[in-house]
Structure formats: structure tokens, C-alpha cells
């Protein structure tokens, strides 16, 4: 069974701080997919790496894959009360875009 | 554009009864995918349709549960009998296509109460 373990559950940091957040496997993924989600939202797509040791930025957040495809991060530069929420990682199951997920970093950043 | 939306927001049901769950997906888009999300837990897959059929049925739990989109579009997901342990939000989303790296646009999912 593919299982990905995600890091820490949660996270209650101040404004300002850095913080990383990981995703991890002991199975390879062919690509995987973070997600932030809100209350009462569905999750909403924030990137996807697909090649082992792929780093993507998108403004103050950081995606890395791994290596091996087994493990990913985030890192959040700087954070603000903005990006609180749920972060979700996902590997794709087959390849007709079934997606297993992680439990998700509930994050909070307070001002 | 509108985005993926899911009817009703909120079902409180008493164990046993049936309901349904309606997600109208993103016009154009022909992969369809519920999922179903416990307090505290990430989303698990149940079901996924490419077009009019259920192309990938392995994660329903049991034979209680059912889904169908007959024209391709909108898809309803059935539960019978309902348990308590059926509580849970039921996220549906779409895609422009199936396969990797079609990006899925989730609906704001139904929280299902089962008393």
C-alpha cells in the first residue's frame, strides 16, 4: 500500500518565520502535488514536481522532490497569516489521476 | 468561470437512511473523481469516472456506496443504509482530462452527518 507521511501534523508559528513541512514515502511516485485547502473548501492545487530533485518556487514558497521520487518539502519563507491552512501532499495511484494523499500540516501563522 | 460545485453543502441524515450527493463538474471537463474526507484525515479516493463510465470504482467502501453520470456531466453518489462511520466530507473534482498531470479542481465538498 502506497502511504505518504506528512510532517509535523501541526505548526503554530509567528508571523516572519520559515518553516518546511515534508512529505514522505517509503514507495516511488511518478510525480507528486501539494495542496493547500481552507475550512469548509476544497484543497486547491499549488504545484507539481514530477522529476527526482526538482525544486519549484512560487513567490515565498519552495517545492522540492527528492532524489528518489519517494519524498518531497515545502518551505515557506517568511510566512504570513495568509497562508494558514491545511497542506496536503498527493502522489498520483495508477495513471488515470487517482490521488493518495497525505493527512495534511495543519499550519497557523499568527500576526 | 464557475468552478466545481457540490449539492448540498450539509446532509444531516439518521442511520440507515439513503441520500444522495450531487457535484456538477467544470463544463468541458470528462474525468470526474470523489473522494471522501474524515475529520483530521487528507482526502481518500473512492471513485473515478472518465466520460459516462466508472473507470476506477476500488476505493468505495463497500457495496453501499455507488456513484453514476449518465450524461457525462453531472454525477450523483448514492449511499445506502447509512452508518455513522459514513460521516465525512465528500469532495468531487474535475479534470480537463484523465491521466497524470491533469490538474483537478475540487469542489467545496458536502459534510455528511450521520446520527
Known amino acids: 500500500t502506497q502511504l505518504l507521511e506528512q510532517s509535523p501534523q501541526f505548526l503554530s508559528i509567528q508571523e516572519g518565520e520559515n518553516l518546511t513541512v515534508y512529505c514522505n514515502s517509503s514507495s516511488v511516485f511518478s510525480s507528486l502535488q501539494w495542496y493547500r485547502q481552507e475550512p469548509g473548501e476544497g484543497p486547491v492545487l499549488l504545484v507539481t514536481?514530477?522529476?527526482?530533485?526538482e525544486v519549484k518556487k512560487l513567490k515565498r514558497l519552495t517545492f522540492q522532490f527528492g532524489d528518489a521520487r519517494k519524498d518531497s518539502s515545502l518551505h515557506i519563507t517568511a510566512a504570513q497569516p495568509g497562508d494558514t491552512g491545511l497542506y496536503l501532499c498527493a502522489g498520483e495511484r495508477g495513471s488515470q489521476g487517482n490521488l493518495i494523499f497525505g493527512k495534511g500540516t495543519k499550519l497557523s501563522v499568527k500576526p | 468561470g464557475a468552478g466545481v460545485s457540490q449539492t448540498p453543502s450539509n446532509k444531516v441524515t439518521e442511520k440507515g437512511k439513503y441520500v444522495e450527493l450531487r457535484c456538477d463538474p467544470i463544463s468541458g471537463h470528462t474525468a470526474l473523481y470523489w473522494y471522501r474526507q474524515s475529520l483530521g484525515q487528507g482526502p481518500e479516493f473512492l471513485i473515478y469516472f472518465q466520460g459516462t463510465g466508472a473507470a476506477d470504482d476500488s476505493g468505495l467502501p463497500n457495496d453501499r456506496f455507488f456513484a453514476v453520470r449518465p450524461e457525462g456531466s453531472v454525477s450523483t453518489l448514492k449511499i445506502q443504509r447509512t452508518e455513522r462511520g459514513d460521516s465525512a466530507v465528500y469532495l468531487c473534482?474535475?479534470?480537463?482530462?484523465?491521466?497524470?498531470?491533469?490538474?483537478?479542481?475540487f469542489g467545496p465538498g458536502t459534510r455528511l452527518t450521520v446520527l
Open positions: 473534482a474535475s479534470s480537463l482530462n484523465s491521466g497524470s498531470l491533469g490538474e483537478q479542481f
Open positions: 514536481v514530477v522529476t527526482g530533485g
